[in-house]
Nanobody
Framework: QAQLVESGGGLVQAGGSLRLSCAAS????????MGWFRQAPGKEREFVSAITWSGGTRYYADSLKGRFTISRDNAKNTVYLQMDSLKPEDTARYYC??????????????????WGQGTQVTVSS
């Protein structure tokens, strides 16, 4: 019954910023990892970032670290992805995902059970 709803996508020029939101509902996510993925047409889905709901431990794709920042507001049951210095190659549909935490799982690759419908981010030159 978990539901994840992304918002905040849109069209921006290169160098601009967006903040994506993922509103989580339907269950308690205290023991979950919340992740962001993206997928462009003709491309494989790729990991962007993740955060543990309880401890706030953050993970980033190496290529994006420094430009993207993940955070969460537990009181609002919301996870954010702040995207700065956007590039045309960042154009993709961005998805929020949730998975039950395990120390043996690589959450840059797998481990997510719930997915939102995504929000489109388009960066123009």
């Amino acid at each position: 019954q978990a539901q994840l709803v992304e918002s905040g996508g849109g069209l921006v020029q290169a160098g601009g910023s967006l903040r994506l939101s993922c509103a989580a509902s339907g269950r308690t996510f205290n023991n979950y990892v919340m992740g962001w993925f993206r997928q462009a047409p003709g491309k494989e889905r790729e990991f962007v970032s993740a955060i543990t709901w309880s401890g706030g431990t953050r993970y980033y794709a190496d290529s994006l670290k420094g430009r993207f920042t993940i955070s969460r507001d537990n009181a609002k049951n919301t996870v954010y992805l702040q995207m700065d210095s956007l590039k045309p190659e960042d154009t993709a549909r961005y998805y929020c995902a949730a998975g039950f935490y395990s120390p043996y799982t690589d959450y840059t690759k797998r481990g997510y059970d719930y997915w939102g419908q995504g929000t489109q981010v388009t960066v123009s030159s």
